[in-house]
């Protein structure tokens, strides 16, 4: 799966309680819009991708599995 990041996106995730917390810049919001789409219309693709402070997430990030289930 090939994802097409926007220069100088900015994401962070973080768990407040039960409640997870996602914030990113403009960049970083249309980068997420695009790993969305992409996993909801390449299903040979895979079928999830995962992001943490290691990988596109801001230091001290939480780290984000989104899951495509199948229909």
């Known amino acids: 799966m ?6 100088g996106f900015m994401i962070n995730v ?12 403009k960049e970083g919001l249309l980068s997420l819009a695009n790993h969305l ?6 299903p040979d ?4 991708f995962h992001l943490d402070e290691f990988n596109s997430l801001e230091d001290g990030s ?6 495509r289930i199948p229909s």
């Open 2 to 7: 090939t994802f097409n990041w926007i220069d």
């Open 14 to 25: 973080a768990i407040d309680g039960n409640t997870v917390v996602i914030s990113a810049n």
């Open 37 to 42: 789409k992409t996993l909801a219309e390449e």
């Open 45 to 48: 693709m895979g079928a999830h």
């Open 62 to 67: 939480a780290a984000l599995i989104v899951d």
